[in-house]
C-alpha cells in the first residue's frame, strides 16, 4: 500500500492510494461532492497487481492556499498532548502548543530589568552579611586576646607578690642578722604586715609546709627516676641475654646448614652445593637393551 498526493491549479487536494494485489490493479477516485469506483483488469501475469484509490477533496471556501494548513487538516490532525511536564492541563492541539509567544518589547525588558534588579539586591544581601560576619569574628578574637592578657597579668602580678612575699619570710627566718639585713627585714616585714594582718608564726608555718611539700615532690621525682633508670638497666639486660642465648643456638645449628655457592664460577654457580660432584667414568647401560638384544632373532 502506498500513497501520493498533490494539491491541483484549483486547490483541490488529490491522495492516491494504492494496493497491490496478485494480479489486479484497482484504482478508486473519490471526491467530496461524487464518488466514482474504477476497477481496472490486468491481464499480465508477470507484473505485480495494485489497487489505486484517488481521493480529491475540496474546501467550501474559494479563497484556500497552501498557506491554510492548520484548517485544512483540522479534523484529521493527529492529537498529541503537551510536552512540557509542569503542565496542569491537557491540550490535544498540539499546534496551539508550537504557536510563537508574542509579548510588548517594553514589557519584557521591564520584566529582565527587574530581575536583574532582584538579583543584584540579593547579592548586595549576601556581601554585607559577609562582611558584618568577619567583623564579629575581628571582634571576638580580640575581645579573647584581651582577656587572656588581662588573665596573664594578674598571674604575672599574683606570682610577684608571691614571691615578694617569701623572699621576706627568708629574710626574718635569719637567726643573726645583720644591721642592713636587719633593717631590710624590717622593712619587708612592715611591707608585709602592712598587706596582710596575719601572725608571724603562721607565716613560718605556711612556710614551712610549702618547704615540707617541695622536699616530698623532688624525693617523689628522684625515686621515680631511679625506678626508671633500674628498669632500664633490667630491660637492656635481659636483652643481652637473649642475644647471647640466640648467639649460641645459632652457632650450633651454623654447621649443619649448607654453605653459599660463591658467584664468578662459571656453570658451577648454578649448583646448590660447593662440594664435588662424583661423576661415574663408566656408562650406564639399560639391562633391558641387553636381554631385548639377547633373545631377539639373528638377521639374515
Known amino acids: 500500500m502506498a500513497f501520493c498526493g498533490h494539491v491541483d491549479e484549483y486547490g483541490e487536494l488529490i491522495i492516491r492510494e494504492e494496493i497491490y494485489s496478485s494480479r489486479t490493479l484497482l484504482r478508486r477516485s473519490t471526491s467530496s461532492s461524487t464518488e466514482s469506483p474504477m476497477s481496472q483488469s490486468s491481464p499480465e501475469a508477470t507484473t505485480p497487481s495494485v489497487t489505486s484509490r484517488t481521493y480529491s477533496m475540496k474546501c467550501d471556501t474559494d479563497d484556500l492556499s497552501l498557506e491554510s494548513w492548520s484548517t485544512m487538516y483540522k479534523e484529521t490532525k493527529q492529537s498529541v498532548p503537551s510536552l512540557i511536564f509542569s503542565s496542569h492541563s491537557s ?36 556581601l554585607k552579611q559577609e562582611q558584618q560576619y568577619g567583623q564579629q569574628q575581628a571582634e571576638m578574637r580580640k575581645r579573647l586576646a584581651q582577656e587572656s592578657y588581662e588573665m596573664w597579668l594578674r598571674n604575672k602580678a599574683q606570682v610577684a607578690a608571691i614571691q615578694r612575699y617569701e623572699e621576706a619570710v627568708d629574710v626574718e627566718s635569719i637567726s ?83 654453605k653459599p655457592v660463591p658467584l664468578n664460577q662459571g656453570i658451577d654457580s648454578l649448583r646448590g652445593t660447593i662440594s664435588k660432584l662424583y661423576v661415574n667414568p663408566q656408562r650406564w647401560q639399560d639391562p633391558l637393551k641387553e636381554v631385548t638384544a639377547e633373545t631377539a632373532p639373528p638377521k639374515k
Do not use: C, F
Open 91 to 126: 491540550s490535544m492541539n498540539y499546534m496551539h502548543n508550537v504557536d510563537k509567544v508574542r509579548r510588548n518589547p517594553k514589557e519584557a525588558y521591564d520584566n529582565w530589568y527587574s530581575a536583574k534588579q532582584r538579583l543584584r539586591e540579593k547579592e548586595i544581601v549576601m
Open 176 to 258: 643573726e642578722p645583720t644591721s642592713e639585713s636587719a633593717s631590710s627585714a624590717n622593712r619587708a616585714t612592715k611591707l608585709v604586715r602592712g598587706k596582710r594582718n596575719v601572725s608571724q608564726d603562721e607565716v613560718r608555718q605556711v612556710v614551712e609546709n610549702w618547704r615540707r611539700k617541695k622536699l616530698l615532690e623532688l624525693q617523689a621525682q628522684r625515686e621515680k627516676k631511679r625506678r626508671e633508670m633500674l628498669s632500664k638497666e633490667q630491660e637492656e639486660e635481659r636483652r643481652k641475654v637473649l642475644a647471647e642465648a640466640a648467639w649460641k643456638k645459632w652457632i650450633s645449628k651454623v654447621s649443619q646448614k649448607p
